[in-house]
C-alpha cells in the first residue's frame, strides 16, 4: 500500500473516487456563513490573532463566534444594539467564563457583512423573523476589544469594521504549518465522543497515564488522546489519559499550549 504523506495526495485519491472536495467545501462554507453550532472551544482553532477553521479543502478561514438565540422579558422593539448578544473574535474571558450549567450554545461563522443570524422570542413568538435571515448586526465583545492589536482600537465595539479585519488577517503567516494530512484535515469525532471520554477517563481514575497526576477535584484539565492521531478510533487500547501538558506535548498537539486552560494548569501544576 502506497503511503500518503500529504495533504494534496490524499485530496487527489478522494477525488479520484467521485467525492467533489471543491462541493464539500462549498457546502461547508454556506453553512459557516450562517453559523454552524459548536459543543465547546475545543472546536476552534484559537491563536493570539483571532479564531480560525479549516475547509474540507485545507484553506483556513477566520471566524467569529456568536450566540444566536435569546428570549426576551420586554418588548424588543425598544431595544437598543447592547441589548443583544456580542460577537466574539478570541477566546476572550466572557467565553472562558460562561457557565457549564446553561449548555453550550456558541456558534461560528465567517460572514464579513457584520451581520448574524440571531432569533430571538417575546411572547412566545419569534420577533422579526423576516430579519434573520437578512442578519443581525451586533456589538463586538468588550474583552474581545481589549485584545485587539492597537491599530483596531480606536474602532468602537459598535463599529467595528469586522470585513476590514478579515481582510487584514488574509495571506498573514500565523505560525501554524500544514505539511502532513492529520495537520490540514479538520478533526471530526464521533457523535459520543463525549461520553467514550468521560468512560474513559473515570476508569483511568481521573489519573494522568504520562505523569500519574491525579485530576478528579480538577477534571477539565485531563484530556483523553487518541494515541493513534486518528479520532473515529476509540478502542481503549487507542485511548491514553493525559493532563492538558502531557497532552500539549504529543505530536501534533503543541497548539494546546496557547489554550487558557493550558495556562492555568502550568501555573497551579507547574510545568510536568
Known amino acids: 500500500m502506497t503511503e ?38 475545543n472546536e476552534l482553532l484559537a491563536t493570539g490573532k483571532g479564531l480560525f477553521d479549516i475547509a474540507p479543502n485545507g484553506d483556513l478561514h477566520q471566524l467569529a463566534i456568536f450566540i444566536n438565540q435569546s428570549n426576551a422579558r420586554e418588548n424588543p422593539a425598544h ?11 478570541y ?3 466572557t467565553i472562558k467564563d460562561y457557565p457549564p450549567s446553561r449548555g453550550y ?16 422570542t417575546y411572547n ?13 448586526r451586533l456589538n463586538l465583545c468588550k474583552n474581545c476589544h481589549a485584545k485587539l492589536p492597537a491599530k483596531w482600537r480606536h474602532y468602537g465595539v459598535d463599529n467595528f469594521p469586522i470585513h476590514e479585519f478579515y481582510q487584514a488577517g488574509a495571506g498573514i503567516d500565523f505560525g501554524i504549518k500544514f505539511e502532513y494530512d492529520c495537520d490540514q484535515i479538520p478533526v471530526l469525532y464521533p457523535s459520543e465522543w463525549k461520553k467514550v471520554a468521560q468512560n474513559y477517563k473515570e476508569m483511568k481514575q481521573w489519573r494522568c497515564e504520562s ?13 483523553a488522546h487518541h494515541s493513534d492521531g486518528n479520532p473515529g478510533n476509540n478502542a481503549i487500547a487507542n485511548l491514553k489519559a493525559l493532563c492538558i501538558a502531557c497532552h500539549a506535548k504529543q505530536e501534533l498537539h503543541q ?15 507547574g510545568e510536568r
Not at 79 to 89: D, E, M, P, T, Y
Not at 105 to 120: A, L, P, S, V
Open 124 to 136: 412566545n413568538i419569534e420577533y422579526k423573523k423576516a430579519e434573520r435571515v437578512r442578519g443581525i
Open 4 to 41: 500518503i504523506n500529504t495533504f494534496t495526495e490524499l485530496r487527489e485519491i478522494i477525488e479520484k473516487i467521485g467525492i467533489s472536495v471543491a462541493e464539500q467545501t462549498s457546502q461547508f462554507l454556506a453553512a459557516l456563513d450562517a453559523g454552524i453550532g459548536i459543543e465547546d472551544e
Open 105 to 120: 450554545r456558541y456558534k461560528k461563522t465567517n460572514n464579513r457583512q457584520g451581520r448574524f443570524q440571531y432569533i430571538i
Open 91 to 93: 477566546l476572550c474571558r
Open 79 to 89: 431595544w437598543s444594539a447592547g441589548n443583544w448578544h456580542k460577537f466574539h473574535l
Open 211 to 223: 505523569c500519574h497526576l491525579k485530576l478528579k477535584n480538577d477534571k477539565q484539565y485531563l484530556h
Open 255 to 269: 497548539h494546546i499550549e496557547q489554550l487558557h486552560d493550558y495556562k492555568a494548569f502550568i501555573k497551579r501544576y
